[in-house]
């Protein structure tokens, strides 16, 4: 299946998602963009929170994207995931953001609870900065249904981890076979 | 309801940071991080010690008894050896300028990939045996005994150093970890901790003269396998010679160019380009190999490898020699071939047959690098060359650690680009020339079993490329290595698909305009060149 | 940890000083017979140190190259930063060791783009640089108390030093930045987590001890204001051998002076020493010329490799059925 496929899928699962909750959920949407900038620094954080103590204060330096490859990657990618999940922007436009945290992840992890686990994060986040309002309950329902859309997306991150990881065998596999193309090349044109 | 973990801590899982000092921490071994353990046969085959079965994941690594002895003797024998490992072991201030200037740290994020750090595992041994307060002090001085624990760290952490010199061009002392990674890699190798894929080429080398253990015969019907391409693609045949002797010059390239896509093409480049200035040049079958696994076991190994070159140019009587695109084997040749073997009395200084450019520069190695050789004739005019052939390519170049900062030859090959392609884009300044980030799987570590280490290693490099990639439509990573052909294309295939990866001699042979050659249709690599090209023309 | 042991051990140091002077009147201890013990200290063992280096044989020639190397005659050379001859090594090593020119490599991409990002880079380079050359103007400065007449360059840096003309004595402003300066290389070495924990006591302890020389000094100059002729007494008297204690020196210049004999006599044994070693380091002081000058290692050693001839007693059909010339038929 190819990278396409894995998004439009996951589309139709977030149109599917969205449905009936849309109007209601304006109040929420409001809120999270105004507090926009809080919550994704304090995903930021909760993401770097993964790295050692002596590692994070390294990418928590905004250095120059060539210097500080990863907290480019990631702060870039959150924030592009940020806006599919709540402004609604189109999944699509996420999709590279979501690869490239990936396609890190997926090296970085061993496990892939742990390379996906980023994006859960975002609730979190959410949750935190929105304590006050959620105790009000208010907003509940409409949390619930931006939840699951964070679900959704989490199952994309799947696919694409899966994906990475195959990747990351074949290119293992390729190894010897590049390695050797000439040779093979060789041997049956002497036949 | 059971207690399910929170995504961070979940997410913790591998993260965990160190409670402890580093000292107290020792190594966790993570798949896909470390490569497997040298076979015995490699090294009984070159005579080094302690020949086993061994993997590095388990914990009897079937060490001599008295290892520790023979790791301490090593170490005082080296200090006494080497000005630089001396120094480097004694002046570091720890300041941490090195710290974020290592891809390693940079992808990894681990700690003890900080340059100044992975200097400290061995440096604390040092102190520990080899340092008045190291001695009378003890853990507050910093030192500690080696034991199975530090072997083990020392182990996976030379492994993931690739001696590309990055650090050592920002340390106010010039402290160079990869002078550190070679000493720690000889003293492991006197335990017979290589890993595989390093011994393995050893072997074959020794034995065969190149890595992947081609006999001569090999090499010849691999050579001439090339042949007949360049005679499908120009139509004309080209005629190389083998241990000729009495030709003028002895060409050495990294074997890698022979039976690795996409080295393969950089070959055809170099041999399109000799035939069309009827050159008088002879591949040696034992000297077929440029590069030298050596450097990354020991010394000595580095030494016996290389010894070849010299001794074959002098069997074959030629008058200098012309070294094709490898970063090693060039900051071999630059920094340590002609201290081992020489003095080269019986080679002359070299002279372009072409441009009569004497080469003075070189006047006692006698080793010209093909991207000089190059760059001069186009300076001089000497080549006609169409680059619009290479128009659907949009080029990149990655100056190799070696040659950048082993050597600094960074203006030939742009020369040579920017001559033979319409499109050529720099990557950011702080990552490429002397800042140059390196492939991530140099100095041995291109092996398979460690592809999540070489995509994490690689990542700062990747980065930067993804950047002219999206800017520009780059689609083309030149580079003057071996290795970087070879471990450049995964990483590109895993990081930027869609950037392909070339040596500069690939882009020279398409633009090259040969007396006599038929109409081009398609590139080098047999690929039908773009329509719009074929269009122009007819 | 490490921090805390290096500011336990300089604080014992200064009660050390301050108890053998006020309860047990030792001033020819501290006075003489330890500054004689740790200038003679620093001498050898700055000089066996530098000894061992430098006889320790450099059996490659390996500079990191950071500049185009010397090639062909168009092609322009970076005659510093890719040295292919001994005055180009050699101011590469006066930038290098004068204006710290590799930790300043670290802000160049900040001031091509203006980014904030290397911020913490340039302020280590500038810190030091700061620290260093306050160092070395202090210690300069002290020359006034080893010779008389006093200098007149001696003069001339005091009188530079003092150029805010303020204050009576003139306030001299390295001694400000120095504190400062070792304050802020303390900061850092909290404060970053990464650079935290790459620290040792023996990173902590120089700084600690820096300090507290630098406070003490500006104690004694500004506040306690102690009487200079007693000092000089004292300090002419130990370089011409002629030792004498003054009756009117408060113990605040024990403590300093007991402090400055301490950092030399750590000096040899410890990183301070980079500041010979770093003339040594064979990646810098070294010029790019191997293609043109054999290199010479002096513990060079023939080693038994394969040669052409066994080579070709393994393969001598194969190649002959190829083709390919061979030595013997």
Known sequence: ?191 | MAKLPTPDELSKINYKPPEKRWVNTPAEFKDGFWCFGTRPKYLQAVDMPNPREWKPIEDDWKLPENWKEIFLEGFAERLKKYRSFRLFMDICVRCGACADKCHFFLGTGDPKNMPVLRAELLRSVYRNYFTTSGKLLGKLAGAREITFDVLRELWYYAFQCTECRRCSVFCPYGIDTAEITIICRELLNLLGLNTDWTMGPVANCYRTGNHLGLEPHTIKSIIESMVEDIETITGIKIEPTFNRKGAEILFITPSGDLFGDPGTYTCMGYMMLFHELGLNYTWSTLAAEGGNFGLFTSNEMAKKLAYKIYAEAKRLKVKWILGGECGHMWRVWNQYLETWHGPTDFLETPVSPITGTKFDYTSSLKAVHIAEFTADLIKHGKLNLNPSRNDYLKVTFHDSCNTARGMGIFEEPRHIIRNVCNHFYEMPENTIREQTFCCGSGSGLNAGENMELRMRGGFPRANAVKHVHKHYGINMLANICAIDRAALKPLMDYWVPGVEVCGVHELVGNALVMKGEKERTTTLRSEPLPEKEAKENV | MGALFSFVMVILLVLLAYAGIKAANLQIFFGVVIPYAAILTFLLGFVYRMLKWSTSPVPFRIPTTCGQQKSLPWVKQNKIENPSTALGATVRMILEVFLFRSLFRNTKAELRDGRLGYGSSKWLWLGSLAFHVSFFTISFRHLRLFLQPVPSPVHFVETLDGFLQIGAPTFLITGSILLLAALFLLLRRFLLPTIRYISLPADYFPLFLIIAIASTGILMRYFLKIDVVSVKELTMGLVSLNPMIPEKIDVIFYIHLFLISVLLAYFPFSKLMHMGGVFLSPTRNLSNNNRMVRHINPWNYPVKARTYEEYEDEFREKMKNAGIPVEKE
Not at chain 1, 33 to 60: C, Q, V
């Open chain 1, 1 to 191: 299946m190819g990278a396409k496929d894995l998004v439009r899928d996951a589309s139709l699962r977030l149109i599917k998602g969205r449905g009936n909750s849309r109007e209601r959920r304006m109040g929420l949407k409001d809120l999270i963009i105004a507090k926009k900038t809080a919550i994704l620094k304090r995903w930021f954080d909760m993401i770097l929170g993964t790295y050692p103590e002596e590692t994070s204060n390294h990418l928590r330096k905004q250095a120059d994207p060539f210097a500080n490859p990863i907290s480019h990657t990631i702060s870039k990618g959150i924030e592009g995931i940020f806006s599919t999940v709540i402004e609604g922007t189109d999944i699509e436009s996420a999709f590279p953001f979501l690869d490239n945290i990936i396609k890190l992840r997926a090296v970085q992890d061993s496990t892939p609870s742990g390379a996906i686990a980023f994006i859960l994060l975002l609730k979190k986040a959410i949750r935190e900065e929105l304590k006050d309002k959620i105790h009000e309950g208010v907003i509940y329902h409409e949390l619930l249904a931006l939840e699951s859309n964070i679900d959704e997306i989490t199952l994309l991150c799947f696919d694409l981890y899966m994906k990475c990881r195959e990747k990351v065998y074949e290119l293992k596999a390729n190894e010897v076979k590049n390695m050797t193309f000439r040779l093979l090349q060789r041997a049956n044109h002497n036949l």
